[in-house]
Nanobody, 115 residues
Framework: QVQLVESGGGLVQAGGSLRLSCAASGSIFRIVAMAWYRQAPGNQRQLVAAITSGGSTAYAESVKGRFTISRDNAKNTVYLQMNSLKPEDTAVYYC?????????WGRGTQVTVSS
């Protein structure tokens, strides 16, 4: 299996920044992509940003220009730099790792943005 350890969540005022980290360990072979999702109360979990093994990235329209996803293959770690945070960004953020036929999820880290 793959174990994912997330860190970096917290409370920040609107306009501030946070940097989330997700370190993967275990059976890390054949990873196709890593991603960040978020889920606010009463809403479905939605994709925030993703990065493939080849380095291609994708972002939700609501975070383009503010968030940046990156990776360190040597450390098996994916990052999400979040700038210009808005109250609408408040959610539990989950790290996701995709392998052939299997998805792995972190336990989530809370991000709260105050007005």
């Amino acid at each position: 299996q793959v174990q994912l350890v997330e860190s970096g969540g917290g409370l920040v005022q609107a306009g501030g920044s946070l940097r989330l980290s997700c370190a993967a360990s275990g059976s890390i072979f054949r990873i196709v992509a890593m991603a960040w999702y978020r889920q606010a109360p009463g809403n479905q979990r939605q994709l925030v940003a993703a990065i493939t093994s080849g380095g291609s990235t994708a972002y939700a329209e609501s975070v383009k220009g503010r968030f940046t996803i990156s990776r360190d293959n040597a450390k098996n770690t994916v990052y999400l730099q979040m700038n210009s945070l808005k109250p609408e960004d408040t959610a539990v953020y989950y790290c996701n790792v995709q392998r052939t036929g299997v998805d792995y999820w972190g336990r989530g880290t809370q991000v709260t943005v105050s007005s």
